[in-house]
Every structure is written in C-alpha cells, then in structure tokens.
C-alpha cells in the first residue's frame, strides 16, 4: 500500500504531535482499531508518520470485539489485512461486553462499553510491553465532549490530548484532536478504505449523536459556534465567572454578621 497523507491533514497531525509532544524514540504505541473511519485513518497515518518524523517508534493494533454482533470476528480479518498491508501487527480480542451490559441494567450502556473497551486496551497494552495507547478522536470528537459537559454536568471539561495513566504505567494519545470528523471521512473515502460499521446496537442514538446534531444545527444559526467552542477549551479562555460556590459554614458566619444584634 502506497502511503500518502495531503500536506493539510499532515500539517494538523504533526502540529499535534510537536505541541503536545505525543512521541518519543522508542515509543511502543498500541494503536485503537475498531474499523470505523477515525480508527482506520490514524492507523494509517501513524505509519506515514513513522517513514517521516525523526522518531523510531513501533506501531501495533488491537481491535476489541465486544460481542454485540456474532459476525464481527469474520469481519475483523479485513482489519487484520489491512494491518498486514502497512507492516503493522494486529491483534484481535473477545470481550463480552454486550453481556456485562446486559447484566447491568441500571448503568448507562455507553459507560459501560468504554470503561470495558479501556480495560481491555490496557491490558493488551501492557502484555505486549506497550508503553503508549493511541486513540482516533479527533477536534469534533473533543468540542463535542466539551459542550455535552456543560450541559450534563455544568462542567467545562474534555478529554486531553496526553493523559498519563499511573495505574496503568501507560500514556494515552490522542494525535488527532486538529484533525476534522470531514476532513477524515473525505479522505477514507478517497482511498477507498473499506470501513466497518459499529456493532453497537445503539449507535447514532446516544446522548453524543444528540449533541453532535444539535452543534450542528446551532452552527447554522452562528456560524462560528465550532471555532468558540474549540477556542472555549483551551485554559486561557475562561473570562469573568463568578466565585466558587461557598460551604454552608462559610455562608453561616456571613449571614450572622448580616443579622441585627436586637433580633
């Protein structure tokens, strides 16, 4: 497979790895393959990477099977010659996750299937001596995570671009996060990458789809509501906010020196 990436996408995805400092020599980096789209780009564009950055770094995939589609193993032999096209090793692992789900009827199925895809991840990783985990979210994925915050949980937070994990010993990367959901999905398309379709039995119902429609139909309304949010994450955004909120204790002694001795 000849590997190419237009200067653009490169552009974005070497900004990332140079301000976050995302890798190292020697890197061993277990890279997340789930078959969609965002999964197999980064795969291939970590190994372009590889041939161009003055990093020796190693590269191998792990694609997790959560059970919800009994077809997904004959499925996962074309990721597997996909891997095998760019000189990467993949892996293939059985978790049943769709039975933990179903096991765990008062939980929120999305939790459930990304604390177990994690773990599952993790211990791959380290079982092959991995000392990095690369993940396909991109800038849509991180803006998206960022207002669903808000509105869930009143709380301006994303995920990172680099999180070390110390439970685990691994860091998490994320050599993606400039990169646009369309610029990706144009280049997919481009070469022709035969993308798996998610076997989850909720996919595009959940509480993120909700969020990626309702930015996009706001967007229609202002046109610059992505780029402000995008602007929003970063620490140096935050303006005039009210103070925090203060205990019951403190709110105590200020109430009583608002109280009339006489009363």
């Given at each position: 497979?000849?590997?190419?990436?237009?200067?653009?996408?490169?552009?974005k995805?070497?900004?990332?790895?140079?301000?976050?400092?995302?890798?190292?020599?020697?890197?061993?980096?277990?890279?997340?393959?789930?078959?969609?789209?965002?999964?197999?780009?980064?795969?291939?564009?970590?190994?372009?990477?590889?041939e161009?950055?003055?990093?020796?770094?190693?590269?191998?995939?792990?694609?997790?099977?959560?059970?919800?589609?009994?077809?997904?193993?004959?499925?996962?032999?074309?990721?597997?010659?996909?891997?095998?096209?760019?000189?990467?090793?993949?892996?293939?692992?059985?978790?049943?996750?769709?039975?933990?789900?179903?096991?765990?009827?008062?939980?929120k199925?999305?939790?459930?299937?990304?604390?177990?895809?994690?773990?599952?991840?993790?211990?791959?990783?380290?079982?092959?001596?991995?000392?990095?985990?690369?993940?396909?979210?991109?800038?849509?994925?991180?803006?998206?995570?960022?207002?669903?915050s808000?509105?869930?949980?009143?709380?301006?937070?994303?995920?990172?671009?680099?999180?070390?994990?110390?439970?685990?010993?691994?860091?998490?990367?994320?050599?993606?996060?400039?990169?646009?959901?369309?610029?990706?999905?144009?280049?997919?398309?481009?070469?022709?990458?035969?993308?798996?379709k998610?076997?989850?039995?909720?996919?595009g119902?959940?509480?993120?789809?909700?969020?990626?429609?309702?930015?996009?139909?706001?967007?229609?309304?202002?046109?610059?509501?992505?780029q402000?949010?995008?602007?929003?994450?970063?620490?140096?955004?935050?303006?005039?906010?009210?103070?925090?909120?203060?205990?019951?204790q403190?709110?105590?002694?200020?109430?009583?020196?608002?109280?009339?001795?006489?009363?």
């Open positions: 497979m000849e590997k190419i990436l237009p200067q653009q996408l490169f552009s995805l070497i900004r990332a790895v140079v301000e976050f400092d995302l890798i190292q020599d020697g890197d061993k980096i277990l890279v997340g393959l789930s078959g969609g789209k965002d999964s197999l780009f980064l795969t291939y564009a970590l190994t372009v990477l590889r161009k950055i003055a990093r020796n770094f190693s590269l191998y995939a792990l694609t997790v099977d959560p059970q919800f589609d009994e077809n997904f193993e004959h499925t996962s032999e074309k990721l597997k010659k996909f891997c095998d096209d760019l000189k990467i090793p993949h892996k293939y692992l059985k978790t049943d996750i769709a039975g933990t789900i179903a096991a765990q009827k008062n939980k199925p999305c939790f459930t299937c990304a604390y177990f895809r994690r773990a599952a991840v993790n211990r791959v990783a380290n079982e092959i001596g991995a000392d990095k985990v690369a993940y396909a979210h991109h800038l849509d994925d991180a803006v998206e995570t960022f207002f669903m808000l509105l869930s949980s009143g709380q301006l937070t994303t995920f990172l671009p680099k999180t070390f994990l110390s439970r685990t010993n691994l860091t998490v990367i994320r050599p993606l996060i400039y990169l646009r959901e369309f610029e990706i999905e144009k280049f997919v398309e481009e070469k022709n990458f035969e993308v798996v998610s076997p989850c039995p909720i996919d119902k959940t509480n993120r789809q909700t969020v990626k429609n309702l930015i996009t139909d706001l967007n229609k309304i202002f046109p610059d509501l992505f402000h949010l995008t602007a929003a994450m970063r620490k140096n955004s935050v303006g005039e906010l009210w103070d925090e909120k203060k205990s019951r403190d709110m105590k002694k200020i109430y009583y020196s608002y109280v009339k001795k006489n009363l």
